[in-house]
């Protein structure tokens, strides 16, 4: 037999509430029809009603003008290459073949950062 504790939480009742929902097809087709009517006779009558339109321009605006995320990779690839051909220049002109070895050594650590994903 287990005895109640004095510090512990004493278990009690617990309700469940369940409330189903319930789908009316036909209510919603008629609430869609009604607002799109009304929407209509509001257009001819040209009393469309206020609307703000600064509201997502100036997030829509930062998303036009910004570099997609593509474009500023194929530039980093881009200047990835170009930097390396350089170093690769400059070593080669400095130490000779064995800048050629160098770098031929570092394209197996390079391929294995590549392909470990």
């Known amino acids: 037999m287990k005895f109640p504790t ?8 617990q309700k469940f509430s369940f409330e189903p929902r319930y ?5 919603e087709e008629m609430l869609e029809r009604e607002a799109r009517i009304r929407a209509e006779l509001e257009a001819e009558r040209g009393e469309a009603p206020y609307r703000s339109r600064i509201a997502g321009s100036f997030r829509a605006a930062r ?3 910004a570099a997609t995320k593509g474009e500023l990779n194929s530039a980093l690839v881009r200047l990835g290459i170009l930097l390396f051909l350089a170093i690769f220049i400059v070593a080669y002109l400095q130490w000779g073949k064995v800048a050629m070895y160098g770098f031929l050594a570092f394209i197996p650590f390079y391929l294995w950062l590549k392909l470990r994903k």
């Not at 789908?23 to 209510?27: I, L, R």
């Open 6 to 13: 004095l510090f512990g939480k004493i278990p009690k009742h």
């Open 63 to 65: 998303k036009r003008s």
């Open 23 to 27: 789908y009316d097809a036909k209510k």
